[in-house]
């Protein structure tokens, strides 16, 4: 089981000493404090991955585990399609470009990345620098694939995202994502589930796949609708799919890959 004892991650960051308390004779971690939930993943990184990433003080906190999850599950459709040091896109990586930074190190891998978001796209690419790994940040300017300059004449093995989905009634006002206020640019998704962003993915990606690749989204367990609409749209542009279930703690995610 892939995982990090709170035991062992306090005595590689003494930092995290301050957040832990004794419940019976368990010793736990307040996640809700952002700062310990920062501190933890760090930890997990680096540990864990060899990684060295800093998180944006407004961005969500992503999971280390499941992005790892999300990618292990995602190569093994890879391997059965032969594919070997596959050419990946990214769709928004976020301040932490973890899952773009996984790949890299565990991969031989092209990879891109996009994000939207200024403060964000400099965290990235610190991050990318910090690791000495060569990953490639791109301003999608509020694009999904189709008009980004750099990746126009591109084709690609891979396209994965853990997309934004949320409905179009979401707010950022007084509702917490991973530890953060999340910013409006992080609450998009549109449609009655959230599905319109993944299903402009799959319509546009489409026309940046290799003749044979993958495109790889991961999607919360509910509602089950925007995973239905997701694989209809899969199987639409003549895409097999696969579906995968991971679960880190009490987290149930959803690996959809269409493949050809």
Do not use: C, Q
Request: proline share 3%.
């Amino acid at each position: 089981m892939l995982g990090l004892k709170i035991e062992d991650a306090i005595k590689y960051n003494e930092n995290l000493k301050k957040y832990v308390y004794k419940k019976g004779d368990k010793l736990r971690i307040n996640f809700k404090d952002k700062n310990a939930l920062i501190e933890y993943n760090k930890t997990i990184l680096k540990v864990l991955f060899g990684l060295d990433v800093e998180f944006h003080e407004n961005g969500l906190i992503p999971t280390p585990i499941n992005r790892y999850l999300f990618i292990n599950s995602t190569f093994e459709t890879l391997k059965k399609l032969n594919i070997e040091k596959p050419k990946v896109l990214e769709i928004g990586t976020g301040h932490s470009a973890i899952i773009s930074l996984l790949i890299k190190k565990f991969y031989e891998a092209e990879v891109y990345a996009t994000e939207v978001d200024n403060d964000f796209i400099e965290f990235a690419k610190r991050n990318v620098k910090r690791n000495k790994l060569d990953v490639k940040i791109i301003n999608s300017k509020g694009k999904i694939i189709e008009g980004i300059d750099e990746i126009k004449d591109e084709k690609f093995d891979l396209i994965i995202s853990y997309p934004p989905f949320y409905s179009k009634n979401s707010v950022a006002s007084g509702r917490k994502f991973g530890g953060a206020l999340a910013k409006n640019v992080e609450l998009i998704g549109g449609g009655n589930f959230g599905e319109e962003f993944s299903l402009r993915i799959i319509e546009e990606g489409i026309n940046f796949l290799n003749e044979k690749g993958v495109i790889s989204l991961m999607m919360p367990k509910k509602p089950e609708k925007r995973r239905e609409l997701i694989i209809k749209k899969m199987d639409d542009v003549g895409l097999s799919v696969e579906v995968d279930e991971i679960k880190t703690g009490n987290r149930l995610r959803y690996i959809i890959k269409g493949y050809r």
